[in-house]
Structures are given as structure tokens and as C-alpha cells.
């Protein structure tokens, strides 16, 4: 009597032509913002504001849950990938925009909100109120104009 199993792996190769979904946000951007993440940098950045909030006034509760989050952010990437919408405008690029030049409303320019992206641009993104608004909602409006763009097409 043989008592060898068989562990070989099933034929899971897909089909031809198959391209994986693209990306909405990256783990490796998850990870370099992290390195910021007692600001709540990578938090906002996968959509979780809430606690990026809470993350930036306890400078990540008291850099206790910064550190946990290392371990964290692989998760927080699945989730954004299922959540959000890939499309024309990449999230990250949109971040990165918002984060450095977002006073300046160039990522409002970028998501083609030409009105906004004016007077963010005249008014310092609304005195600095607007800026701190796109923290809270840059995913959504990025995830809203990829369904836009996905539906026209």
C-alpha cells in the first residue's frame, strides 16, 4: 500500500491574451509613504481618512500604530485594488501631484477640473481648507472620473 501523495500544483496559467487587471495604487508607493505614515500619509493614500486623521494628530498613535502598519500595508493595497476603479487618471500620480504642487491645484488640472484647478491656483487651494478636502476625497474623485471615462467608452 502507498501512502505518497500527489502534490503537484494544477494548471492555474490563464488563457491566452489574458492581461491582468492594471494597478489603482501601488505597494511600493504604499511603502515610501509610509515612511511619512505618522502623518497618516499612507492611510490617506489607500482611502482610509478616517484614520489617516487620527494617524496625523496622534503622529501615528503615538508611532505604535505606524509601526504595525509596516506590516499592514499589503492588505490596505488588496483592498484599494478592489475598491477603486482603474481608468485614465493613475491614483498615484494624482497623489503625487496633490501631495507636492496641490496648493497649486495641478491635480485638479490633471483630473480636467479646469475651474477648480484655477482657484486652487489663485487662492493657494483655497487658502490650504481645499487642499486639506482633496486628502479626504482624491480617491473618490479619481475613482469617479475612471467610471466616467469606463462607461463613455
Same mark, same amino acid.
Given at each position: ?22 494597478? &489603482? ?10 515612511? =511619512? ?18 494617524? =496625523?494628530? &496622534? ?24 475598491? =477603486? ?18 496648493? =497649486?491645484?495641478?491635480? $485638479? ?37 475612471? $467610471? $466616467? ?5
Amino acid at each position: 500500500m502507498s501512502t505518497q501523495l500527489d502534490h503537484s500544483q494544477p494548471s492555474t496559467s490563464p488563457a491566452p491574451g489574458y492581461l491582468p487587471p492594471p494597478e &489603482t495604487h501601488s505597494v511600493v508607493i504604499g511603502y515610501i509613504v509610509w515612511i =511619512f505614515g505618522f502623518f497618516g500619509a499612507h492611510r490617506f493614500y489607500y482611502g482610509k481618512q478616517i484614520t489617516g486623521t487620527i494617524w =496625523f494628530f &496622534t503622529l501615528g498613535l503615538a508611532g505604535i500604530g505606524w509601526l504595525i502598519d509596516l506590516f499592514l500595508i499589503p492588505g490596505m493595497d488588496r483592498r484599494a485594488q478592489m475598491r =477603486f476603479t482603474t481608468g485614465p487618471v493613475d491614483y498615484t500620480i494624482a497623489w503625487i501631484l496633490l501631495t507636492f504642487l496641490g496648493l =497649486f491645484g495641478i491635480h $485638479r488640472f490633471y483630473l480636467e477640473k479646469w475651474f477648480t484647478g484655477v482657484i486652487y491656483l489663485l487662492t493657494g487651494g483655497l487658502f490650504g481648507l481645499g487642499w486639506l478636502y482633496d486628502l479626504w476625497t482624491l480617491n473618490e474623485q479619481v475613482d469617479q472620473y475612471n $467610471r $466616467r471615462a469606463a462607461s463613455t467608452n
